[in-house]
């Protein structure tokens, strides 16, 4: 029941917080445009991570690939494809990873943030956010994680900063990566995923949170 109540809190705070951030950027003025923000994914256009080696081309474990923001390595991979439909919003996560990280030197202090470690496992879990209404909403799709039944993560933790919390516009998509640092797995059981409550314009809730249960081994 506790842990429930975490991940109830968790998606609670993240829409609280997705309104703080979106009455702040309404605030913002035009002359702030040149300060680095986290990296939109919110239309059917690619844009790669400016902070993590592209792992689309890892198939299968022990993949590995080294470019210029470092060498990484695939561990696990399993496919979900799983689709939820919540008062117009598609809700897809397509699959969930374990992956090995070993970050250029360029990228150290940025992930200094995050970890002490010189290189790291994370977990990292792949989705997509349709908005089908005419309505436009707000919505996290992950709020809190909990991996292997004894780590827990909250959508503070993510270290990919692709913008997919907060305002959905009425038509848009959103798409990309959500990434959680852990200690050094050898093996990824289980990721429970609760994402935000659906919340309107007007801050009324209009859904309670997905949650998602994935059994990888």
């Known amino acids: 029941m506790r842990k429930y109540l975490q991940l109830l809190l968790a998606a609670t705070l993240l829409t609280g917080c997705s309104f703080a951030e979106a009455e702040s950027k309404k605030e913002t003025k035009s002359s702030e445009a040149a300060i680095e ?61 374990l992956l090995h990280f070993v970050p250029a030197y360029s ?10 470690d010189e290189e790291f496992d994370f977990v990292k879990i792949n989705v997509e956010v349709k908005n089908n209404s005419k309505e436009n ?17 909250t959508w503070e933790d993510d270290f990919y900063l692709e913008n997919l919390n907060g305002e959905i516009s009425a038509g848009q998509t959103k798409r990309g990566n959500l990434g959680f640092i852990v200690e050094d797995m050898d093996s990824l059981k289980k990721v429970e995923i609760l994402s935000g409550d659906l919340v309107d314009e007007s801050k009324k809730k209009v859904a309670d949170p997905v949650k998602l249960v994935v059994n990888v081994n």
Not at 137 to 153: E, L, R, W
């Open 137 to 153: 909403y707000h919505f996290g799709p992950v709020a809190m994680v909990n991996i292997n039944d004894s780590i827990h993560k």
């Open 37 to 97: 923000k986290p990296l939109k994914k919110n239309t059917d256009v690619y844009v790669p991570n400016p902070q993590v080696t592209e792992d689309i081309n890892l198939k299968k474990a022990g993949d590995s690939l080294t470019d210029n923001k470092g060498e990484l390595t695939l561990k696990t991979v399993k496919e979900v494809n799983k689709t939820f439909n919540v008062n117009g919003i598609e809700y897809i996560v397509k699959d969930v990873r």
């Open 107 to 116: 990228l150290i202090d940025f992930f200094h943030a995050y970890t002490h």
